[in-house]
């Protein structure tokens, strides 16, 4: 069984003229040269990239800035000309990105994994059932009216991509879902989304990495309960 897997992928930014907010905000004086990537919360919230950043300043006289939002975002961003480099996980995105030509030199730097995480309690029992069995589960036991079951990121991230392809290989109607009163669309990164999920103590599709961060530093106590399938 393979786990559920995805990529993230570095693309270099063709420059453009940069938005007047986002200038206004990077021309603040350095005695560096500056460097924008555009990247994911999910990356983000793993702490990886401030570990990246001072070993990297540390040996190169570049100043490292790093805006985060969801995929979709931060690829708007440097299509803006808001960024220099996108670090992102939705690849039909990023093909897009580059056939668009604002990117340029794709290469994918790491993999993480996504994990069905929820309480310890696993009220829909879906502890190693298969994702789509694990998403027939929480509709059922969330329509049987036991309040709020399932936290969406909502916010069309790769994240968010992902979460709406399983719902429909599940068979399940997205828009439908998301105006039943057990499933809760929290717009937010992959962090906020975490630690809503602790606090209603429900389900939610989240990155393997973030995950772990969160968990070794007692933001949430989520479990892993789906981790592997040969669907994805």
């Known amino acids: 069984m393979r786990k559920m897997l995805f990529v993230w992928v570095a693309l270099l930014v063709i420059p453009a003229i940069a938005s007047v907010a986002t200038t206004a905000y990077f021309l ?42 969801g995929t979709g975002i931060a690829i708007q961003r440097a299509q803006r000309g808001d960024a220099d480099l996108i670090l992102v996980h939705s690849p039909n995105d ?35 059932a298969a994702p789509l069995q694990a998403l027939a589960k929480i509709v059922e036991e969330g329509r049987s009216g036991t309040g709020k079951l399932w ?9 968010h991509s992902k979460e709406k392809s399983l719902w429909a290989s599940a068979g399940f109607n997205l828009t439908i879902l998301m105006e039943e009163s057990w499933y809760i669309s929290a717009g937010s990164g992959m962090g906020e989304t975490l630690k809503k999920a602790d606090y209603f103590e429900t389900y939610t599709l989240a990155d393997m990495g973030t995950y772990l961060k969160y968990k ?12 592997q399938t040969k669907d994805l």
Request: no cysteine.
């Open 28 to 69: 603040a004086p350095s005695s560096s040269d500056r460097v924008i990537v555009s990247t994911t919360t999910s990356l983000y919230d793993t702490g990886l990239l401030n570990a990246l950043e001072a070993a990297f300043e540390a040996q190169h006289p570049i100043d490292l800035n790093f805006i985060r939002a």
């Open 94 to 128: 990023e093909l897009e990105f580059l056939t668009a030509g604002t990117g340029v030199n794709r290469k994918t730097i790491a993999y993480n994994f996504f994990v069905i995480v929820g309480p310890a309690e696993d009220p829909a029992q879906i502890k190693n």
């Open 151 to 159: 936290v969406s990121r909502g916010d069309n991230s790769g994240t």
């Open 216 to 227: 070794t530093d007692g933001l949430i106590s989520l479990t892993v309960l789906v981790e």
